[in-house]
């Protein structure tokens, strides 16, 4: 499975909006490029996963350039509740059933 | 609720004691997984099941771990004579498979502490 790169820590302030980056540059062919955000005391939740272009949905948007080598998250106006460790991975989702977390990106989010 | 559930929530036990984890996945899910977590670190994959059958394994399953999942719906994880070392958060998850979409719906966990 392609390993991923992403910052230990990110801070931001209510309302703004947050992009986190995920490198992924031996992302194969079949791999799809999820994200899952996890809360203290809590199991991973997850939020969106993509191929290409722009994936949207009501939590977030997906952004993958054409090499794929990398996606951006992006939270729109986070608030508090928002300070979570947000996991970027990548497999082949059509049969690859174990998920591989890497250490995560820690969002602290400050009113 | 209709989520995934395990029990124990928390569990504290003396090294060398035996422990056994319960998780119920979500009622129509027929794959559940085990992960097992660190402070500070990623989920780690331990094992999956479809249905009753266990069809992958971690190196990090060593012989003094054992899940089950008889008639494909609860799953025990027993963990045998405990060594420190396992302390950790010991999450479930469960997922139904369509189309491309891998989501995987965890449990709170339990969390494991051997003294």
């Known amino acids: 499975l392609a390993k991923t790169t992403q910052p230990i820590s990110m801070d931001s302030y209510e309302g703004q909006e947050v992009n986190i980056t995920c490198s992924h540059n031996?992302?194969?062919?079949?791999?799809?490029i999820t994200w899952y955000q996890q809360f203290p005391s809590q199991g991973p939740r997850f939020i969106i996963q993509g191929y290409k272009t722009k994936v949207t949905n009501e939590v977030a948007s997906l952004f993958i350039p054409a090499d794929r080598k990398s996606s951006t998250l992006s939270l729109p106006r986070v608030s508090l509740s928002d300070t979570a460790v947000y996991y970027c991975l990548v497999g082949a989702s059509y049969n690859t059933d174990k998920l591989i977390f890497g250490t995560g990106t820690r969002l602290q989010v400050f009113p | 609720d209709t989520g995934v559930s395990q029990d124990p929530r928390h569990k504290i036990t003396k090294r060398g004691q035996n422990v056994t984890f319960r998780c119920d996945p979500i009622?129509?899910?027929?794959?559940l997984y085990w992960y097992r977590q660190t402070l500070g670190q990623g989920p780690e994959f331990l094992t999956y099941?479809?249905?009753?059958?266990?069809?992958?394994k971690s190196r990090l399953l060593s012989d003094r771990f054992s899940a089950e999942r008889p008639k494909g719906s609860f799953s025990t994880l027993e963990i045998q004579r405990t060594e420190q070392g396992d302390s950790a958060m010991y999450l479930c998850a469960s997922s139904i498979r369509f189309d491309a979409v891998n989501e995987q719906f965890f449990g709170p966990g339990t969390r494991l502490t051997v003294l």
């Open positions: 099941f479809q249905n009753e059958a266990q069809l992958e």
């Open positions: 031996n992302i194969a062919t079949n791999d799809y």
């Open positions: 009622s129509e899910h027929n794959r």
